[in-house]
């Protein structure tokens, strides 16, 4: 197995889930299962001694439940990844668990493919959202999915720059690396910040996304994100 493999400990009370997971992961050869837990407690001891990539999570679990582990996770290991994998098709666990720190969301009755993208995607990308969780936030919004983003003919809402920050948001990234990666000040980065949130009428990081989602500014294809795999 490669040294740059994808680390994924996957959080279920189902053991059956684990051990399917497990399967499937195996034939992927830059994704590796490192462990199965079956609580949070089990899951954070795990995650306090061993290097984890992407931590692959149940929302309903015994004791605290998958949004607590979101936020655990995010304050004490930033850099890993969590991808909620869940019945739960509500708009408000959605948010929850997006406000929470998850990096995706992707619901237990999708193809196995997109769950190997998913991991995939969240690892190098920063963020995914699965079709169905999209398609849940937009008819939440009262917009379907295949309706063309609102500035489709009209004079854009944001400025290429804009979008290009938004874009980098939606991936977690900070001010600093934000301003690394456009070679901008961090000052222009927070102006940016402002009009991006004024523009579109946004609050929180939740808003934006959803922005993104519709105006296509969130890349969730597989095969670029195959091609991105490729050259790493």
Known sequence: MPNNSINVLVVDDHQLIIEGLKSLLEYEHDILFCAGANSIREAMDYLAQQPVDVVLMDINMPGESGIQAAKMIKAHYPNIKTLALTMHDDISIITRMIEAGAAGYILKRTN???VIDAIRIVH???????VDAQR??????GISLNQSALTEGKKPLLTAREREVLSLITKEYNNEAIANELFISQRTVEAHRRNIFF???TKSIVGLIKYAILNGLIDQDPETDAETNQNR
Do not use: F, V
């Open 199 to 201: 523009k579109t009428k």
């Open 136 to 141: 849940i936030i937009m008819d939440n919004m």
């Open 112 to 114: 196995m493919n997109e």
């Open 124 to 130: 190098t990308k920063g963020r995914y959202l699965g």
